[in-house]
């Protein structure tokens, strides 16, 4: 089955202990993003993969790192997380990137619910 | 700076059309799309205009004006099923900027 994997689902932790919640999707997809959803601000993408080893800031960057060594796996990392950082968490993947190809549906993951405390 | 106007709320009748707005300010980008978002779910992919004019998916519809910066969703034959969340979005180079959401509470 095509699809988008998080894991964990859902996690709490404490302020300042590194986390990873990693991605992984089985479409052979060259685009990959994370968003981050907070009640009444919609979705905010965080970073995007245009392929492997190629990484950009979405419009939330701060206290945020990935890393694509492959092309099915896009985990995000946060390195000291805060409780500003509390918030449910989705990856997506599309075909290609989304700027005027034809490839522009993005399929997303469950999400992850992160709580910091 | 970039941002999307939509409703927070609209309200239906089941068997009922209804039309969600989504207005921008910004330029230069490549087409807008829409997700659907049921509560606890991730959001669906929806419709999508690179441009101007109607594009038809079954009982949905979008719609997209460049030179009036604004695009709507058109749903038809509304069902209780279509009680969720959805979302426009501005794909710009390769990133892509989501407005905060339409909830649709349809009555029976």
């Known amino acids: 089955e095509a699809q988008v994997t998080q894991n964990p689902r859902y996690l709490i932790t404490v302020t300042g202990k590194k986390l990873t919640v990693t991605c992984s999707q089985n479409m052979n997809h060259e685009y990959m993003s994370w968003y981050r959803q907070d009640p009444g601000l919609g979705l905010r993408q965080i970073y995007y993969s245009m392929n492997v080893e190629v990484t950009d800031k979405g419009d939330v960057p701060e206290g945020y790192k990935v890393s694509r060594k492959e092309k099915r796996n896009f985990p995000l990392i946060l390195e000291s997380p805060s409780p500003n950082q509390t918030s449910l968490y989705f990856c997506a993947s599309s075909l290609s990137g989304l700027a005027g190809g034809p490839h522009y549906e993005q399929y997303f993951g469950p999400g992850t619910r992160l709580t910091v405390t | 700076g970039q941002s999307l106007e939509q409703p927070s709320e609209v309200t239906a009748v089941e068997g009922a059309i209804v039309q969600i707005n989504c207005t921008y300010q910004?330029?230069?980008?490549?087409?807008l799309s829409w997700y659907q978002q049921h509560d606890g779910g991730a959001p669906t992919f929806l419709s999508y205009?690179?441009?101007?004019g109607l594009e038809e998916t079954g009982r949905f519809s979008s719609f997209l004006s460049r030179s009036d910066s604004y695009g709507y969703l058109l749903l038809q034959e509304l069902q209780m099923k279509d009680s969720a969340s959805y979302f426009c979005a501005v794909h710009r180079d390769d990133k892509i900027i989501f407005g905060k959401g339409t909830r649709l509470h349809i009555l029976p």
């Open positions: 910004t330029s230069g980008f490549y087409g």
């Open positions: 205009n690179a441009l101007d």
